[in-house]
């Protein structure tokens, strides 16, 4: 699966999240992936726009705001505030944030309506059905567990409905929808879940209802305002609105001109129906080309069990931050879990994990290695290049292909198998040292093969530090400032301009200036709490 990227540009998406609540790790993990996509596509020069946001219309929202006696938009504009912190916490580098209670937002929804409307595709009928308000979806009846409570909410009873909505043709979408699934085989990722949406497509589709008349808050149908457009017809337009420039008028032909068709939306499994189905459809019935990619993520349960407000083993984003840091928690949760599987959160799986990858091989291999070259070199790098560094020189054969191997692992996704090719090199390096014992060869006044040994290995801790950049941008930072490198890795036009991707990508690419930085640890280990030791 190659990211497909003609032009040099790349648009990527988080879904926008609803803010009934505070923001939960669910939304985190979203968007802490999304992020480390759209870093590692700046750092190849690409020209990036990540979007996040928030859906805020609906039934779900308003129950929210009157549960809390505020009206909707105070109710909003709090919450949207939290998403906004937190993101700034786990130093999330979103370019748009698309808020659909937006006016702008409000005049492409009005536009598209319209288009679909003239299409023929929007026509009144009476809908019957239970409704569970938290998906905002209706749903089959042998969808629902016992008693008529969400398979997915399980807290909540689907409630039933009974009124004249406005519908959206899905049905007559059926066969072109199945065409182009077959000749886009890469537009729903991972298979599996290409092969779940194929399955419920072939089951026939059945047209949807994309008004309501028993929701205030939302926008009105332009010709008929007894009804509010349904949520998930606003919501998801929030990815077209976001790319409009923010002084531009807010027309579908500006929002369209430069950035559109989005190359990928990352999203959990369970909006992958309204992202896979019933978007490419409503783009098809108003003349618009389609995304790329979809990629519909797993879930994450916490100790194996699902989290849940209802069960007490939620996991809160801004706890965890604040006690282990944004990088820890970036790591963790990225090269921990095979993204498009589900994954697990345990805090002594997360603590030994960076303490394992970071603390020791990572951290101590700077360490240590900056100690033997102020023993062993006088503080100063060694002046080498990769070339004069011997072919079989272990690093360097693990070293030569490790950027084309990580670009892949990463466009392919995987990028837990990127993070594990990077610490090959990293144990290798620690290994290497052990193996070639430097401080022998130092006694024994073989200064050139110090000299080569040591400079394999700085060179090893950079390209690992460049390569690992988009997951742990402060580490990163600060090895890079070590190694003497005055480069900022959260600095967008610093990475495009000053950190060339053929260069800095490739093992033996760097001559190192010979003033290096103060050693300093790259990360302190953590302690268990004790209520998990
Ligand atoms: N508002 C819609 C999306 C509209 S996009 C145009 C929505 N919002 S949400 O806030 O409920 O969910 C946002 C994302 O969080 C979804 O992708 C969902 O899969 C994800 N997660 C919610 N709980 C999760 C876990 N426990 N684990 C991983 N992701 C989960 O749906």
Redesign the pocket.
Known sequence: MNLPNPDKKFVLTT????VNDIP?I??A??TMVTDVLARWQRLQGVSVLMITGT?EHGQKIERSASSKGVNPQEHCDQIVSSFQKLWELLNIQYDRFSRTTSPGHHAIVNEFFQRVYDSGDIYLDRQQGWYCVACEEFKEERELLTHGYCSIHSNLKAEWRDEENYFFRLSKYQTQLEEFYSSHPDFICPESRRNEVLSFVKGGLQDFSISRVNVQWGFPVPADPKHTIYVWFD??L??VTALLEPDQEPTLENALSHWWPINIHI?????LRFHAIYWPAMLMSAGLSLPRKIFGHG??TKDGRK?GKSSGNTLDPFALIDRYGADAVRYYFVKEIDFGQDGDFNETRFVNTLNADLANDLGNLLNRTLGMIKKYCQGQAPRLTGQEIPDHNRLKQIGKNLGEKVTHQYSELHFNVACEEILGLIRSSNKFIDESAPWSLFKQGQQSEVEQILYAVLESVRLSAYLLSPLIPQISNKIYQQLGIPLDFNDQTAVNQKLPFHQHSQWGGYQFVQELGQADPIFIRLELPINDS
Do not use: E, R, V
């Open positions: 879904p926008l999240y609803y939960h669910g939304s993990y979203t859906d919501a998801l929030g990815y999203i959990g499994k369970d909006i879930f994450l989290m």
